[in-house]
């Protein structure tokens, strides 16, 4: 506690001292400036002299060459700055010439700032630098710095009385700043060069060196404010230098002696630093020997009195023959021998190692090559323990010892050992739980293919199970018949949706659902969702009514088809468990949490709606409410025995909304109804104006009501129409006459499907060939000109997959190679879709399929009162042409221009389209140039702009693939893939010019 006083005493009164020197100092200026500065650069003189005495006399102990080059460079540096001194106005030394502080001052600064980068040269050289060269070199710089200022004065004028500094002295300092910068940036290169005391006192002496150049580069005056500031920061740059030279020189190699004996302990940590003081007197009195007798004496009996008090283990050993000399209290203590007993010892008898090895040692420890080794040490009672020595020679009675300190480290082996054998279990056990990772990766892919499998292998009968129930209701039946057709249709929709739920919670349970991002239209979703569940509330007399608040943003980012499931299941659940009364679809904006702290377009850039489906039925009791979302959970027994289900929808839909960043509840009453609500945060599309050809509108209101008692459908303030309309295939064969030429390839294995699909289309009175596996499918489609192939996935011989590529392949015949080709599976996953698509498929239809589903991707992809002839007349004989207007007509035109779905998006006006063609192309070129500006200049943020303006432009113009491509460059920007986004820069571009040509053969005008 006495020591850690004093420490702070000292240190309390070295800062007091420092403080009163520079207020000493400040009020020498206030006497006279020319007595502040002479004293304040004689300081640094003599700052810089010890720097230099410093690392000259313990150029031994440094191994720093960094530093001590430095300080040999200080010295010259130094000097220049006493020159500096002698020379200012006012000193009366130099009277004949006006501009020699200034100029001494310059070459000073040039020299230190020189000497800070040159000596990162040393910084690696492990072998001692030649500081006879380096001082020759330095006085030769000065003397010639002197001449040219002194003499030949052919150094630049650096300051004019009266007018300042000259325009040479103010570079010249910046040009000392920049190489000061260079000099910390460096600095930080070699970091681990250094002390972390020493690296950061360079720091400091760097950054004041250039906070005093910058001063000196404002001051008009000599006798200025920035002129004070300048020269005490060069005063705190030299002080900082100097402590860093002490620590270097001085404090550190005193700490690194018996630094590992430090550690053991503090004690130890004295002993050390006295030992080797000793150590030193002894060397040097054993030079003086005959000359003092009674010094070394003293000396000898110091040391006697400090080794035989000693705890710690130590010994004197003769190295020639290995007898102890001498051993300490703490080494009787440690072996449990007498000094009697270790007087007729040899380290022979202790270390466990062979004579051999041991002489071996102890002539390295003499030439000093090692000082510090491990061996195995035998106790008095026989025990082994392992030990580390710390040996080293020193003179004694005229002769040389070793004087070794021996460590006990058994625990610390004993330790290590312990450890490595953890190490070793944890390596197995992390071997075992990789085995373990790597099967269960493989039983989660099996099950992924077990349920890919089961999805398609259960969807195939069902297929064929519901359409036959359909065509069966299409036939005359008495009132038996069709009540026995009902229930199995009936039976047949519930056996399907249990099996979607029941896949939907495996993938679920698995992590392997997947979210989709695409741009639709809200209104559209709620829209198809009210016309699939309006019948069942109209055959229950029901009320069904949906309120879209005006603020409920339409055009959004999200997964529709995920969307739409959770508003059916809410709605089935809503009509199942309404008896009278109504249901009601309610969309509202929720305020957005995450966008409070946004600020400017980005805040508007995303919503949060809040969907709710409220019904006056039986409600649900509180005890039962928290149980509603789990799996296979209903309220009770008797509920499930007298509405059927299993509980597993309430529980995938609050999976579905929770993965779209939202969340699910419910509000209930027993006997008075419930409200069932969940929320999905989107992103904005953004609307397209004036500039990019036309404006998209919102709807004034989506606010309908279909009212089911008295078996009418009203609207309020309708934004679409929604009267009288039926499904029944039946019902659609008057509208069908116009394609019934359609020539149709169905390409499916399965014969059940096969009978369901030619069912369907017989219908409607339309006829198709069969290709019982993609091989066929191929043959057939090379002898016959077909407007659709319907293709199976999974097929024997061929896949679906396999027998796409090949058709769209150039090198392969086929005479209708544009023909639209659209998949027919069981395997409904993001990822199966993409597949087709990516194969060259137009369109996909998940099993088992609506029959009005069908008849809808007929009428897309087949002209209406057209031959075969009208379907190809602008087809060229190749194939595959290589011309480029040759190949705009030989794809897919509704990919690059659909003109039908334009036309009805502005009404059927064929003179607004021609005139929107223009302004069109005019903004998709000048778009497409700022895109190139943006990714030219590497612009996340305007690339992201651009590409979605494209996009928006091209959707809006039935441009798919060129919003497509947009898309992908928007996704690319957003994500920070500059690269990528340049890489599709040359396909946007293509598809571009191919939208431009297709304009020029579909629209009738040149673009």
């Given at each position: 506690?006495?020591?850690?006083?004093?420490?702070?005493?000292?240190?309390?009164?070295?800062?007091?001292?420092?403080?009163?020197?520079?207020?000493?100092?400040?009020?020498?200026?206030?006497?006279?400036?020319?007595?502040?500065?002479?004293?304040?650069?004689?300081?640094?003189?003599?700052?810089?002299?010890i720097i230099f005495i410093i690392a000259w006399n313990s150029i031994e102990q440094n191994d720093n060459n960094y530093l001590l080059f430095i300080a040999i460079g200080y010295i010259f540096i130094a000097g220049l700055d006493l020159l500096h001194t002698i020379s200012y106005k006012g000193m009366n030394i130099f009277t004949?010439?006006?501009?020699?502080?200034?100029?001494?001052?310059?070459?000073?600064?040039?020299?230190?700032?020189?000497?800070?980068?040159?000596?990162?040269?040393?910084?690696?050289?492990?072998?001692?630098?030649?500081?006879?060269?380096?001082?020759?070199?330095?006085?030769?710089?000065?003397?010639?710095?002197?001449?040219?200022?002194?003499?030949?004065?052919?150094?630049?004028?650096?300051f004019v009385e009266g007018k300042g500094q000259t325009q040479f002295k103010i570079i010249s300092e910046y040009l000392i700043c920049m190489v000061l910068f260079v000099d910390i940036i460096i600095l930080f290169k070699y970091r681990e060069k250094f002390e972390n005391y020493v690296f950061k006192l360079m720091v400091y002496?760097?950054?004041?060196?250039?906070?005093?150049?910058?001063?000196?580069?404002?001051?008009?005056?000599?006798?200025?404010?920035?002129?004070?500031?300048?020269?005490?920061?060069?005063?705190?740059?030299?002080?900082?230098?100097?402590?860093?030279?002490?620590?270097?020189?001085?404090?550190?190699?005193?700490?690194?002696?018996?630094?590992?004996?430090?550690?053991?302990?503090?004690?130890?940590?004295?002993?050390?630093?006295?030992?080797?003081?000793?150590?030193?007197?002894?060397?040097?009195?054993?030079?003086?020997?005959?000359?003092?007798?009674?010094?070394?004496?003293?000396?000898?009996?110091?040391?006697?009195?400090?080794?035989?008090?000693?705890?710690?283990?130590?010994?004197?050993?003769?190295?020639?023959?290995?007898?102890?000399?001498?051993?300490?209290?703490?080494?009787?203590?440690?072996?449990?021998?007498?000094?009697?007993?270790?007087?007729?010892?040899?380290?022979?008898?202790?270390?466990?190692?062979?004579?051999?090895?041991?002489?071996?040692?102890?002539?390295?420890?003499?030439?000093?090559?090692?000082?510090?080794?491990?061996?195995?040490?035998?106790?008095?009672?026989?025990?082994?323990?392992?030990?580390?020595?710390?040996?080293?020679?020193?003179?004694?009675?005229?002769?040389?010892?070793?004087?070794?300190?021996?460590?006990?480290?058994?625990?610390?082996?004993?330790?290590?050992?312990?450890?490595?054998?953890?190490?070793?279990?944890?390596?197995?056990?992390?071997?075992?739980?990789?085995?373990?990772?790597?099967?269960?990766?493989?039983?989660?892919?099996?099950?992924?293919?077990?349920?890919?499998?089961?999805?398609?292998?259960?969807?195939?009968?069902?297929?064929?199970?519901?359409?036959?129930?359909?065509?069966?209701?299409?036939?005359?039946?008495?009132?038996?018949?069709?009540?026995?057709?009902?229930?199995?249709?009936?039976?047949?929709?519930?056996?399907?949706?249990?099996?979607?739920?029941?896949?939907?919670?495996?993938?679920?349970?698995?992590?392997?659902?997947?979210?989709?991002?695409?741009?639709?239209?809200?209104?559209?979703?709620?829209?198809?969702?009210?016309?699939?569940?309006?019948?069942?509330?109209?055959?229950?007399?029901?009320?069904?009514?949906?309120?879209?608040?005006?603020?409920?943003?339409?055009?959004?980012?999200?997964?529709?088809?995920?969307?739409?499931?959770?508003?059916?299941?809410?709605?089935?659940?809503?009509?199942?468990?309404?008896?009278?009364?109504?249901?009601?679809?309610?969309?509202?904006?929720?305020?957005?949490?995450?966008?409070?702290?946004?600020?400017?377009?980005?805040?508007?850039?995303?919503?949060?709606?809040?969907?709710?489906?409220?019904?006056?039925?039986?409600?649900?009791?509180?005890?039962?409410?928290?149980?509603?979302?789990?799996?296979?959970?209903?309220?009770?027994?008797?509920?499930?025995?007298?509405?059927?289900?299993?509980?597993?929808?309430?529980a995938i839909s609050k999976q579905l909304a929770e993965l779209m960043g939202g969340k699910v509840g419910v509000e209930s009453q027993k006997g008075v109804g419930s409200t069932f609500w969940f929320t999905v945060r989107f992103e904005k599309i953004a609307k397209l104006d004036s500039s990019n050809g036309f404006k998209a509108?919102?709807?004034?209101?989506?606010?309908?009501?279909?009212?089911?008692?008295?078996?009418?459908?009203?609207?309020?303030?309708?934004?679409?129409?929604?009267?009288?309309?039926?499904?029944?295939?039946?019902?659609?064969?008057?509208?069908?006459?116009?394609?019934?030429?359609?020539?149709?390839?169905?390409?499916?294995?399965?014969?059940?499907?096969?009978?369901?699909?030619?069912?369907?289309?017989?219908?409607?009175?339309?006829?198709?060939?069969?290709?019982?596996?993609?091989?066929?499918?191929?043959?057939?489609?090379?002898?016959?000109?077909?407007?659709?192939?319907?293709?199976?996935?999974?097929?024997?011989?061929?896949?679906?997959?396999?027998?796409?590529?090949?058709?769209?392949?150039?090198?392969?015949?086929?005479?209708?190679?544009?023909?639209?080709?659209?998949?027919?599976?069981?395997?409904?996953?993001?990822?199966?879709?993409?597949?087709?698509?990516?194969?060259?498929?137009?369109?996909?239809?998940?099993?088992?399929?609506?029959?009005?589903?069908?008849?809808?991707?007929?009428?897309?992809?087949?002209?209406?009162?057209?031959?075969?002839?009208?379907?190809?007349?602008?087809?060229?004989?190749?194939?595959?042409?290589?011309?480029?207007?040759?190949?705009?007509?030989?794809?897919?035109?509704?990919?690059?221009?659909?003109?039908?779905?334009?036309?009805?998006?502005?009404?059927?006006?064929?003179?607004?389209?021609?005139?929107?063609?223009?302004?069109?192309?005019?903004?998709?070129?000048?778009?497409?140039?700022?895109?190139?500006?943006?990714?030219?200049?590497?612009?996340?943020?305007?690339?992201?702009?651009?590409?979605?303006?494209?996009?928006?432009?091209?959707?809006?113009?039935?441009?798919?693939?060129?919003?497509?491509?947009?898309?992908?460059?928007?996704?690319?920007?957003?994500?920070?893939?500059?690269?990528?986004?340049?890489?599709?820069?040359?396909?946007?571009?293509?598809?571009?010019?191919?939208?431009?040509?297709?304009?020029?053969?579909?629209?009738?005008?040149?673009?």
């Amino acid at each position: 506690m006495r020591m850690n006083t004093n420490t702070i005493n000292n240190k309390s009164t070295s800062i007091i001292f420092k403080v009163l020197l520079l207020i000493g100092l400040y009020i020498t200026n206030l006497h006279s400036y020319l007595l502040f500065h002479t004293v304040l650069e004689l300081f640094t003189v003599i700052v810089a002299g010890i720097i230099f005495i410093i690392a000259w006399n313990s150029i031994e102990q440094n191994d720093n060459n960094y530093l001590l080059f430095i300080a040999i460079g200080y010295i010259f540096i130094a000097g220049l700055d006493l020159l500096h001194t002698i020379s200012y106005k006012g000193m009366n030394i130099f009277t004949s010439y006006d501009f020699y502080a200034n100029q001494f001052w310059i070459a000073a600064r040039s020299l230190q700032s020189l000497t800070l980068l040159f000596a990162f040269l040393f910084i690696n050289k492990e072998k001692k630098i030649n500081k006879n060269l380096i001082v020759s070199i330095y006085a030769l710089i000065c003397f010639l710095l002197t001449l040219s200022i002194l003499d030949w004065k052919i150094f630049p004028i650096c300051f004019v009385e009266g007018k300042g500094q000259t325009q040479f002295k103010i570079i010249s300092e910046y040009l000392i700043c920049m190489v000061l910068f260079v000099d910390i940036i460096i600095l930080f290169k070699y970091r681990e060069k250094f002390e972390n005391y020493v690296f950061k006192l360079m720091v400091y002496s760097i950054s004041f060196t250039i906070i005093s150049e910058l001063s000196f580069t404002f001051y008009i005056s000599n006798y200025g404010l920035s002129n004070i500031v300048g020269h005490y920061s060069k005063l705190f740059a030299f002080y900082a230098i100097y402590k860093a030279i002490v620590e270097t020189s001085i404090v550190r190699p005193h700490e690194i002696i018996f630094r590992e004996y430090v550690i053991q302990s503090k004690e130890a940590q004295a002993l050390g630093k006295q030992l080797k003081i000793q150590n030193k007197e002894l060397e040097s009195q054993n030079q003086a020997l005959l000359r003092n007798e009674e010094t070394l004496r003293t000396s000898e009996e110091q040391f006697r009195a400090m080794f035989e008090k000693h705890h710690a283990v130590m010994m004197l050993i003769e190295p020639d023959t290995g007898k102890i000399v001498k051993a300490n209290q703490g080494a009787e203590k440690y072996y449990d021998y007498t000094a009697e007993e270790f007087a007729n010892l040899n380290i022979q008898h202790i270390n466990m190692l062979t004579k051999e090895e041991i002489t071996s040692l102890m002539e390295k420890v003499l030439d000093r090559q090692q000082n510090r080794f491990e061996s195995q040490h035998k106790l008095k009672n026989g025990e082994i323990r392992d030990v580390v020595i710390h040996s080293s020679p020193i003179p004694f009675k005229g002769t040389t010892l070793l004087f070794s300190i021996i460590h006990d480290i058994t625990e610390r082996n004993q330790a290590e050992k312990a450890l490595l054998e953890t190490n070793q279990q944890l390596q197995e056990a992390i071997e075992i739980a990789t085995q373990m990772t790597k099967n269960a990766q493989m039983a989660d892919i099996a099950k992924s293919s077990f349920l890919a499998n089961m999805s398609h292998e259960i969807r195939t009968p069902m297929n064929a199970v519901i359409n036959m129930n359909r065509l069966l209701l299409d036939t005359p039946l008495n009132e038996e018949q069709k009540d026995y057709a009902e229930t199995a249709m009936l039976s047949s929709e519930m056996l399907l949706s249990l099996i979607n739920n029941i896949l939907d919670f495996s993938k679920i349970e698995a992590g392997k659902l997947e979210i989709e991002n695409i741009d639709f239209n809200l209104t559209d979703i709620t829209k198809s969702v009210i016309k699939i569940i309006e019948f069942k509330a109209k055959e229950k007399g029901l009320l069904l009514e949906q309120r879209i608040e005006p603020d409920v943003y339409p055009y959004l980012v999200g997964d529709p088809v995920r969307i739409r499931q959770i508003i059916l299941n809410f709605l089935n659940n809503a009509i199942k468990f309404t008896e009278q009364g109504g249901v009601i679809l309610h969309l509202s904006t929720e305020s957005d949490l995450e966008n409070e702290n946004i600020n400017g377009s980005e805040k508007n850039r995303y919503t949060t709606v809040r969907f709710e489906i409220k019904d006056t039925g039986i409600g649900i009791s509180e005890e039962h409410k928290e149980k509603l979302f789990q799996s296979f959970s209903q309220e009770e027994a008797s509920i499930s025995r007298k509405y059927g289900g299993t509980g597993l929808g309430l529980a995938i839909s609050k999976q579905l909304a929770e993965l779209m960043g939202g969340k699910v509840g419910v509000e209930s009453q027993k006997g008075v109804g419930s409200t069932f609500w969940f929320t999905v945060r989107f992103e904005k599309i953004a609307k397209l104006d004036s500039s990019n050809g036309f404006k998209a509108e919102i709807p004034e209101s989506s606010n309908q009501i279909y009212s089911t008692t008295d078996k009418t459908y009203n609207t309020a303030n309708k934004p679409y129409s929604t009267s009288n309309q039926t499904y029944s295939t039946a019902n659609q064969i008057n509208n069908i006459s116009n394609i019934s030429h359609a020539r149709i390839l169905l390409a499916e294995d399965n014969i059940m499907n096969q009978k369901v699909a030619l069912a369907i289309l017989g219908k409607w009175g339309i006829s198709a060939d069969i290709a019982n596996n993609g091989k066929e499918a191929i043959e057939k489609a090379s002898k016959k000109h077909y407007h659709l192939i319907f293709m199976d996935m999974q097929m024997p011989d061929l896949d679906g997959i396999e027998a796409t590529e090949i058709i769209r392949n150039c090198d392969v015949s086929i005479l209708n190679k544009n023909v639209p080709i659209v998949a027919m599976t069981a395997n409904a996953s993001v990822e199966d879709r993409q597949n087709c698509f990516n194969a060259g498929m137009n369109h996909f239809i998940s099993k088992p399929f609506e029959p009005e589903e069908l008849m809808a991707v007929i009428r897309k992809y087949v002209k209406e009162d057209s031959t075969c002839e009208d379907d190809v007349k602008f087809i060229n004989d190749d194939p595959c042409p290589t011309d480029v207007n040759k190949t705009v007509l030989n794809v897919d035109e509704s990919s690059i221009f659909d003109r039908q779905d334009f036309l009805k998006r502005l009404g059927g006006n064929e003179e607004i389209l021609k005139l929107l063609i223009v302004n069109l192309l005019q903004s998709l070129v000048s778009n497409m140039e700022n895109l190139k500006t943006a990714i030219n200049d590497r612009d996340t943020v305007q690339i992201r702009f651009h590409a979605h303006t494209i996009k928006g432009i091209a959707l809006n113009s039935s441009a798919k693939k060129v919003a497509s491509i947009a898309q992908q460059i928007e996704l690319n920007g957003k994500e920070n893939r500059i690269d990528d986004a340049c890489a599709m820069l040359s396909e946007l571009e293509e598809q571009i010019d191919l939208f431009k040509l297709t304009l020029y053969f579909t629209a009738g005008e040149n673009p």
